[in-house]
């Protein structure tokens, strides 16, 4: 029988694009968040997508509607008893997440599989924390994860092949591709991708090139579909300066450290798509302004 029902802890921008993928695969999917307005924006979140795959004519109207039945949302953890396997998609703060597996630990029977979805915390720190370790492991989705098709399946040193070979199953059956990493702070993509991005902050700091002319070059000279500018903008600078802060404090790397203008940004409020200013400036709807 494998994983039926999943249980997404998080309704943000990432925890209802995973619950997308899994309805739409045709798991049962149970969402929490901690407000009534947060589930209900996570709701808008996934009508919103299932509309654009509706007009890109990759699902039908009807797989759609049933995909968004295949979605509650709830505010309490305790309805999560009958869950297969969770995974957790709350802020990146330590404290959070192991607060969320410890009311967890407490409702799940023995079986249930725990996965983090976080992008830069140690597995293990969470594992530890509960009386499952072993069926602990990171389930690292990208954004947007409707149409990015990777997902990095993290083995801390607890987590057994047995969890791994389930979540590998699992990611086949949400029809992604899983590829399975060490715990190593940034696994592969992001252990990439920071001081890449990073780089290209020095490089606007320095004067090299403009915002523009420095996605531009990476759009049309490496075919990236977006620019590194564009992509904090996307992510949010909050994200990536929290992540390089992560990385530098496990690294003591100077090209993982968040450049000064990241910290600027993030201080003034400048998250990017989020806030309609960053590198860019955009409108309600998320759209380019300049
Ligand atoms: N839901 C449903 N459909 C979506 C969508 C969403 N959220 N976002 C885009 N689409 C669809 C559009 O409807 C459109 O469909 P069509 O071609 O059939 O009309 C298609 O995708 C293309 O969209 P757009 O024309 O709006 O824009 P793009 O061609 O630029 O594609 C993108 C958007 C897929 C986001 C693309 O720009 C991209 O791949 N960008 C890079 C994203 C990336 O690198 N993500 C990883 C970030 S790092 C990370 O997540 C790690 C974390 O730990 C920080």
């Not at 409702?107 to 370790?133: D, H, W, Y």
Request: with cysteine; proline share 4%.
């Amino acid at each position: 029988m494998g994983i039926q029902k999943v249980g997404i802890v998080g309704f943000g921008a990432m925890g209802s694009g995973i619950a997308q993928v899994c309805a739409v695969a045709g798991f049962d999917v149970l969402v929490r968040d901690v407000e009534q307005r947060f589930v209900d924006r996570g709701n808008e979140r996934i009508a919103a997508s299932l509309a654009r795959v509706v007009k890109s004519g990759k699902l039908t109207e009807a797989e759609a509607t049933a995909a968004r039945g295949r979605v509650k949302g709830t505010l309490a953890l305790a309805d999560f008893g009958d869950r297969d396997l969770i995974i957790e998609a709350v802020v990146e703060v330590l404290d959070a997440k192991k607060e969320v597996f410890g009311e967890l630990d407490r409702v799940c029977g023995p079986a249930t599989i725990f996965a983090s979805n976080t992008s830069s915390l140690t597995i293990v720190e969470m594992a530890a924390t509960t009386k499952r370790p072993d069926r602990f492991a990171g389930l690292h989705f990208f954004n947007p994860p409707v149409m990015m098709p990777l997902v990095e399946i993290v083995k801390a040193i607890t987590t057994s092949d047995a969890t791994i070979e389930a979540l590998r199953d699992f990611v086949q059956r949400l029809g992604h591709t899983g590829v399975v990493c060490t715990d190593s702070t940034g696994f592969i993509v992001n252990r990439l991708l920071v001081p890449y991005l990073n780089s290209a902050v020095r490089m606007l700091e320095l004067g090299v090139a403009s915002a523009e002319e420095i996605d531009q070059a990476v759009k049309l000279g490496l075919r990236h579909p977006m620019g590194p500018l564009e992509l904090i903008d996307y992510t949010g600078v909050d994200i990536n300066y929290h992540v390089a802060n992560v990385f530098f404090e496990e690294f003591k790397d100077p090209t993982m450290a968040p450049p000064p203008l990241l910290r600027r940004m993030m201080l003034a409020g400048h998250l990017g798509v989020k806030t309609g200013k960053g590198f860019y400036e955009y409108d309600e709807k998320g759209k380019r302004k300049t």
